[in-house]
Structure formats: structure tokens, C-alpha cells
């Protein structure tokens, strides 16, 4: 899972006026096309930021084969995460945007506003079936700008030897969690282990504790995101989960994990790969424990939307729909699925996947509940998720009571 490292609220800002700006002078999205009829667009380019050599050609591969489908070729580049949103803005305000781009879910939103980029519906492409929060994260203003072919979310990752010899059936709820991780705690291991770093990682990872227990990005400084916070310093001051988990990335919990310093972790399906090539172990998935037994767990939806820029080709645009339409079709979903360890955005093809692939079916299950980040606050969830981050912070190193650094969040959020 990729988090682009957002530019500073007033570059954005600056850059969104002049995007605005030069979108209104050079008339784009006026419908027209320079002449050219669809039929005649031979090429078109693609951008993402999987700048990894594997995932580059992977995607490469899968433009390729819906380029041809549709009778173009796909010109794909890849620039590094946090150069996208910034490259982005600079595009539009120069109109040298590409014709499909792909951007992080919580990204869509602020590219929207710009004014960058195309409502779907005019293409007549086919949105139905998928999950409503997946959905809801390529909205903008009630219009759909983005289609993601599959999703991700996190879950409970538990090492099946430890809990079994230790006698720890898997935790469902929060007081399960505190009390297994405890008994699973012995020198050299935690029980416990999050990402709780000072970064937008770090308050995804603490959205389902958040969320789950009925707290809201939209009010950071209550009772229930004080409890939900409480936890996490709970297993901290306990010895259950390791101070430095302040300083971890998701990466870091999938090496403390497989190395045996952790027997549980919260991390998303992106490690199983790595998982199942380390050598004795056993692992398996369930769904981050709940407050109270019989909840459901609201988690957060992680992954890409494809959507079609402005530009002053219509014929280009059309055909970059075209190719959105392929890479969100049932038989690609399952395959790109398949291949990346990902979910199936609609909800019939997940089913049949997790029926096929079950070390997936706690992730499929969880994304039916799975909320947008940008669902509540739209573009200013940047500014809650560095308010959130912040307060995990100043909590878990003891310098303020969970209220006091929630309270604190607050002001982060709502700052001009």
C-alpha cells in the first residue's frame, strides 16, 4: 500500500487556482477533439506511480492487453509516489495531462476540485455492482471520477504455532486483544504489533480502532476516539506491544512478524506473497477485534482509481474511458486480484474470490464494510489523518493523555 507523501497545503492551494485557471483559458473539457474521430486515436499514455520494476510490468502488461482490446496502444509511464499529486497539478496547469491516469483513492478528491479530471458517466461506463465505500472513494460532489478495478484493507495477522501454544484462541474483541497479547508477550516477542509512525500509515492503521468504536474523523477530541486511542497505549504501557512500534512502517510489522518478534500484527494482504515464501511459517487472517462482540469492524479502503484527465482530445478521452471499462471488468478484477493479492471491487466477483483464494476471505469480508478516507471530510482529510498521527504520537510516547493529544488533533484538523 502506497501513501503519497502530500505537498504542503498551500502549494496545493496556489497550484489548484492556477490549475483552475488555465482549465477555463484553454477551454478544456469544451468537447472538442482537434479533428481527430476516435477511430482514428492510435495511442494514448497511461500514469501511475508503481515505479517498482515488478509492478510496473504488471500493469504494463494489463494496459497493454485492454489498449488492444480497444485498439490502441498504451504508452505507460510511472513516476515515484509522492511526485505524482504534485506532477499531477502541474500537468493540468500546463494541459499536458495524460490521457488515463491512475491516482491513490484519497488523492482523487483534490484532483477533482481542480478541475482535472472527467466524470465517468459521460463514457457510459458500467459502475454497477461495486461496494458502495469503494465507490464512494472515486466520488467527487456526487459524480464518479475513478473506478478501481480492485481494493485493498487491513486485517488481523496472527502467527497460528504461538497462539496455539500458548493457548490463545484468536481475539475478536478489544479486551480478547489485551489479554491475548499479554499471554502471547515473552523476552524477544510482543504479542501486538502496529504501525503507529508519524505518518498517513500510521492513522490508517488506527481507523479501524476509530471507526469501530464509533469515533469520527470529523470530531477527533471524543470519548470514543479517546477509548479507541487508550487501547493502543493500554498495550503499549503493558509490555504487550513495543514502544517502537512509533517509528515502524508496515513494512517494519511484516519483518518483526516473520522474524518471530511479533505474533500478531494489523497489516494488509500486500505481505502475503512474502509471507508464504518464509519457511515454517503459519499464518493466518481475521478481522481486527471490535470493542464489543457481534460488532463488525469498519476498516479503511486502500487502492488505486483509473480515471480520464481533461484534455483537448475527446476521441482520446473516449478511448482512455474505454480502457478504464476493460480494467474494471469482472474477468480482469479476478485476474488483477489474483495476481496482486488484492479484492475484487464488485461484490459479486469478491465473493467468487474468496471462495478461491481463502487466505483472502477476512480481507474480502472486510471490505464490505470499508470506508473511504475521503468519504466524511472529502478534500480535508489530509489535515484530520496529520491530526490522528500526531495524537498516536504524543500518546503512545506518554507526553499527553489520550484526550489531551486528541484534543490537540482537533485543532490540527480544523486549523486554516
Known sequence: MIFPVRPPARRIAALFGTVALALAAGGCGDGTDNGSATDKVTSITALDYYTDEAEHAQWSERLSACGKTVGVKVKHSSVPGPSLVPKVLQQASSRTLPDLLMLDNPDLQQIAQSGALTPLDQYGIDSSGFAKGIL?????????????????????????????????AVPRTWDELKAAAAKLTRPGRYGMAVDANATFEGSWQFLPFLWSNGGDEKRLDTPQAAQALQLWVDLVKSGSMSKSVLNWNQADLHDQFVAGKAAMMVNGPWRIPAMNETKNLHWGVAPIPVPRAGQTPVTPLGGEVWTVPQNASKAKQEKAAQVVACLNDPANML?????????????????????????????????????????????KWPKAATGIYTAIQLALTGEQTPQEALKHAQQIATSS
Not at 485493498?152 to 493457548?167: E, F, H, P, R
Request: hydrophobic share 40%; charged share 15%.
Open 136 to 168: 464512494s472513494a472515486g466520488t467527487y460532489k456526487g459524480k464518479v471520477y475513478g473506478l478501481a478495478p480492485t481494493v485493498s484493507t487491513i486485517a488481523l495477522v496472527y502467527n497460528k504455532d504461538m497462539l496455539s501454544q500458548a493457548g490463545v
Open 335 to 379: 485476474a488483477q486480484a489474483k495476481q496482486r493479492f488484492t479484492v475484487p471491487s464488485r461484490t459479486a466477483v469478491a465473493a467468487q474470490y474468496a471462495q478461491q483464494v481463502p487466505s483472502m476471505a477476512a480481507f474480502v469480508k472486510s471490505v464490505e464494510e470499508a470506508r473511504s478516507r475521503t468519504s466524511e471530510l472529502g478534500v
